[in-house]
């Protein structure tokens, strides 16, 4: 699978919807640092802490 943004393979691909998007490493790295100034990461976070601790 070929990133979103660029022609590289991508390293990663999410599934939504029966919709696929692939990043490659440097525009997975960015779209993470953009995410981590977000209180939206932190959200994230607390879920996945309380689906693990079920």
């Known amino acids: ?3 979103h943004y660029c ?3 991508a390293a990663v691909a999410v ?3 029966h919709v696929k998007v692939g ?3 440097s525009h997975l790295r960015e779209r ?3 995410l981590s100034d977000s209180e939206w990461l932190e959200d994230v976070r607390s879920q996945v ?3 693990l601790d079920n």
């Open 1 to 3: 699978m070929q990133c």
């Open 7 to 9: 022609e590289d393979d």
């Open 15 to 17: 599934e939504k919807d």
């Open 23 to 25: 990043l490659c490493e």
């Open 32 to 34: 993470m640092d953009e």
């Open 49 to 51: 802490d309380e689906a």
